[in-house]
């Protein structure tokens, strides 16, 4: 028999056998003959599956395959009319089984159920099960054999290794071009996203290629994509005088923001050039937006009942797509050590409606900084000696994609995954390497051979040659690293379902979306329609408005804040440790308080709104000249700013927005200083710092605010140099010496700039901290609404002034979510809820002073800037204490000018 016709034989039959039910008998089978019913069916499923991967294409065994189905197949009827039986064919039974299986006819189609049935009797089933069972042995020593690693490169031509080996050189050569060229001035280039596509199937990339980025601008208030395009091309000499424009990269960006269309660059080497733009491929009627990988993981969390967030084939191609589309960039600069699944993106297409492509993933990254002084490593990124040199992996990033692996097969991050007290953050570069490790024990069984093979290559890096270890940038690594990693990613994907790479590359959008699953599409539509839900009606509305679901640099849970939050966050929440710092919040507790309580702080704040709002000018209104007929914009009083540094604020809050949309103008930025995040990862993950901003916005309601996410004295350096603010509101203590910060305290009070801190939540048993008992700096205690001091403030400092306002039951904003609260209002106290209330009060005592100063002439002796010194407010508070409301703005300015005179006697 033709082994062609053999094999096709064996497909039809075992497919068959798979997939159908033999017919009903007269009498009802037996168990023992379910069970061998039921025993073939799954392994000829397995059979059939494995077909093309698992080796069945010996002649010898399909031969004896065929014939042990051959044996236990019978039929009803054996028509001699039936011209197989009347001729000797092999394996005739099987044979008219694939020609009724074939017959178009629909009635033969339907009588193969019946008229075929398995022999009931024992000699043949055995057979059947024993040759079934030697041919997954056969199978299964095939697949073993690829666990021995390859010690050498095949010499099989694969094109698209070499022009993935040809794409590493002009990302290299890209990204040098990008650190060397791209300086910002705007100040706004926060960073860019490279989007990650399959190597093209052929080898005239040797002449150049392009790649697709996304340049974010991004400012506090304002968060802006510009689609691109950057050709990068090897210009061998010169080729005449080019009618191309020099580009500059920062001014080409931001003066192309408000065009619909893809920025288009060329790059021959050596210098940039804008090109014509082109069409944009994302982004339909409103600003693109980007979900990370992240979310999913997050939404996997959520789920119960074994439920994936993402279906099987989709975990396979991106896993695929990942680590074919990676290599070009493994080991440069483009994959940070710190790369992982928030790095990953997702971008919205041109087409309203469709879904985010599973097969064009983004990978994000920072702003690529420019060449300085730094050491930098052979790769032209600056070298960071103490990863590397503690580093048991050879490849940091490899290993990061190793570790996506792990936990693209679960949908969870892997420090969830392994939560065995092993520290995942910075402390021990090895952590997540162990962690991944003994993930890996399982994910054989979990995952499969082929997917656990390729994780297993990445994670015990089994990419390099027997007997040595060199570079990955090695043209013979990077071939054995395509061959153990991605061939056998490929293999898992045509196994299963089947499709090849270059099926992949064309995926229509029904397809697409159907890969994305159920809940998967869920948690896109989600993310897209946070920003305008409608289309071309919504159009001018979305592109006004900032995203709200975009982050460039999404939070990493595992890092720097807690991933799960109690109930009860503890009196003293540490933001950061290091050798020589400890910062901790001072939000004393989230405990249930009564009705009665939370209303007699609302009295309390209702009363000291009521007192000084009459007399100070709203923003808005502050920021007009007083005679419009006779000034300028430029004549308006001077904006009092105040920085808040706690724990960042969630922009999402609907409190915080005026119709939905908008920023509250009166925040102007927002910085994080926490190490091992980006500058614009703001995002409170705690709820103290929204609790600060809420109360600050009620107050102050004629400042400026500057919100910074804290961790060391560059916060209070940016607030004084770069921010220039007037106040700063402190709600973190330290109970160690710590020389930089106590250097900015020092610089900032130096500067002129009013300082509040919370005095500390620890009752009588420690003192106030730092800085809060900082000379110059204002301690805040706390009070109830009835102006009772409350009972964790520190003991009162008999050689200073102690001033408390507020600090018990202090409704305001609030994260939904966070600590188990689902509102976007909660009650706290704490001498830190009381800090932004006295932080508040100085703004509005300043912005007084200066809007009455803005009315006298420019000779006077004006309070404004006598206010600015710690003493002269001070003594201000102090006579708040025994004065009492009813005066008008001018009499009130009249005392304030006593004092200062009184001052100085």
């Known amino acids: 028999m033709d082994p062609e016709d053999s094999l096709d034989l064996w497909r039809t039959v075992v497919g068959h056998l798979a997939k159908e039910r033999t017919g009903k008998t007269a009498s009802p089978p037996s168990l023992r003959a379910q069970r061998y019913s039921a025993w073939m069916r799954s392994h000829a499923y397995l059979l059939h599956e494995a077909l093309e991967e698992d080796g069945l294409t010996s002649s010898e065994d399909i031969d004896k395959g065929l014939g042990a189905l051959e044996n236990v197949f019978q039929h009803d009827s054996d028509d001699d009319s039936d011209p197989i039986l009347r001729n000797a064919v ?12 074939k017959q178009p006819n629909r009635e033969n189609q339907s009588d193969v159920s019946s008229t075929i049935r398995i022999s009931k009797r024992p000699r043949e089933n055995e057979a059947v099960i024993q040759e079934f069972s030697r041919l997954e042995k056969n199978a299964k020593r095939r697949r073993d054999m690829t666990r021995e690693e390859p010690t050498a490169v095949d010499d099989i031509e694969e094109p698209e290794v070499d022009c993935a080996i040809l794409l590493r050189r002009y990302s290299e050569s890209l990204h040098q071009g990008l650190r060397t060229q791209w300086a910002c001035v705007c100040q706004k280039c926060s960073g860019l996203s490279v989007g990650l596509a399959l190597p093209p199937r052929k080898t005239s990339c040797g002449e150049g290629t392009s790649f697709k980025m996304f340049f974010c601008v991004r400012s506090f208030s304002e968060n802006a994509l510009k689609e691109a395009k950057i050709t990068v091309k090897a210009v061998q000499g010169k080729t005449g005088k080019s009618t191309s424009e020099f580009a500059n990269i920062c001014k080409s960006i931001t003066e192309s923001l408000s065009q619909s269309n893809c920025l288009h660059l060329l790059y021959d080497g050596n210098r940039f050039e804008t090109l014509r733009p082109e069409p944009r491929s994302f982004g339909g009627y409103q600003i693109p937006q980007a979900v990370s990988l992240s979310v999913f993981f997050q939404r996997q969390q959520e789920l119960r009942g074994g439920s994936s967030v993402l279906p099987l084939q989709a975990k396979r191609i991106l896993a695929l797509i990942l680590a074919k589309a990676l290599l070009p960039f493994l080991e440069t600069p483009w994959v940070q050590p710190s790369f992982s699944h928030s790095n990953i993106l997702f971008f919205q297409p041109l087409q309203y409606g469709e879904l985010p492509s599973i097969t064009k993933p983004f990978l994000n990254m920072e702003h690529v900084a420019l060449i300085s002084g730094n050491a930098v490593g052979d790769s032209g990124a600056p070298a960071d000696p103490s990863i590397s040199r503690h580093m048991v992996h050879p490849n940091a990033s490899v290993l990061a994609l190793g570790i996506l692996l792990c936990e693209l097969h679960y949908c969870t991050p892997v420090g969830l995954l392994k939560n065995n007290g092993m520290g995942m953050g910075t402390e021990d570069v090895n952590a997540s390497y162990y962690a991944s490790i003994e993930i890996l024990k399982n994910l054989e069984d979990d995952a499969g051979v082929d997917y656990y093979l390729a994780t297993k290559a990445c994670l015990q890096w089994e990419y390099f040659p027997a007997g040595e270890q060199t570079s990955f940038e090695s043209i013979s690594v990077q071939k054995l690293f395509y061959q153990n990693v991605i061939k056998r990613l490929e293999s898992v994907l045509f196994k299963l379902w089947p499709l090849k790479s270059q099926d992949l590359s064309c995926l229509d959008a029904y397809e697409n979306q159907k890969c994305w699953g159920e809940i998967g599409r869920d948690v896109l539509r989600q993310q897209t329609s946070n920003f305008g839900s409608s289309a071309k009606s919504d159009q001018d509305k979305a592109a006004s408005s900032p995203p709200m679901s975009l982050h ?6 595992v890092v720097q804040m807690p991933a799960q939050y109690p109930s009860s966050i ?6 950061a440790r290091s050798s020589t710092e400890r910062l901790y919040l001072f939000d004393a507790s989230h405990q249930k308080s009564s009705d009665d309580d939370a209303d007699l702080a609302d009295r309390w704040m209702d009363d000291l709104i009521s007192s000084l709002h009459p007399h100070v000018d709203a923003f808005d209104a502050a920021a007009r000249p007083l005679d419009t007929s006779t000034k300028n914009a430029s004549d308006a009083p001077k904006p009092v700013k105040i920085a808040i540094l706690d724990s960042g604020f969630d922009p999402q809050n609907p409190l ?65 140099k770069e921010w220039d603010v007037d106040i ?5 203590g330290i109970r160690e010496y710590n020389g930089p910060m106590t250097e900015a ?18 009752g009588a048993n420690f003192g106030r901290a730092f800085p809060a008992k900082y000379t110059g700096v204002f301690c805040i205690h706390s ?18 002034v102690n001033f408390s306002l507020l600090g018990e039951h202090v409704r305001s904003h609030w994260p939904a979510g966070k600590g188990g609260h689902n509102d976007s209002v909660r009650v706290l106290s704490g001498t830190s809820v009381a800090t932004p209330i006295a932080a508040g009060l100085a703004a509005m005592i300043l912005s007084f002073v200066r809007q009455q100063d803005n009315g006298l002439n420019a000779d006077s002796d004006k309070l404004g800037p006598w206010l600015k010194d710690s003493h002269a407010m001070d003594a201000v508070l102090q006579s708040m204490v025994r004065q009492r409301r009813g005066s008008s703005r001018e009499s009130i300015y009249n005392k304030i000018k006593e004092l200062k005179k009184h001052m100085y006697r």
């Open 745 to 762: 305290v020092g610089l900032a009070l130096h500067s002129q700039k009013l300082m509040f801190a919370a005095a500390s939540n620890d």
């Open 90 to 101: 092999p394996f005739p039974k099987l044979q008219r089984i694939r020609n009724m299986i």
């Open 570 to 575: 503890p009196t003293t929440t540490p933001i």
């Open 656 to 720: 915080l927005r005026a119709d939905g949309h908008q920023l509250d103008p009166r925040i102007k930025d927002a910085r994080n200083f926490v190490q091992g995040r980006g500058p614009f990862d703001y995002q409170d993950e705690i709820g103290h710092g929204s609790h600060t901003l809420g109360t600050m916005l009620k107050i102050a309601t004629c400042a400026e605010i500057y919100v910074a996410k804290i961790a060391s004295s560059e916060a209070i350096h940016h607030a004084v």
């Open 552 to 557: 460039f640099t999404p939070p990493n849970p």
């Open 728 to 732: 700063i509101s402190m709600s973190f």
């Open 783 to 800: 009070t109830d609404g009835n102006g009772n001091p409350s009972s964790f403030n520190p003991t009162a400092d008999d050689k200073d």
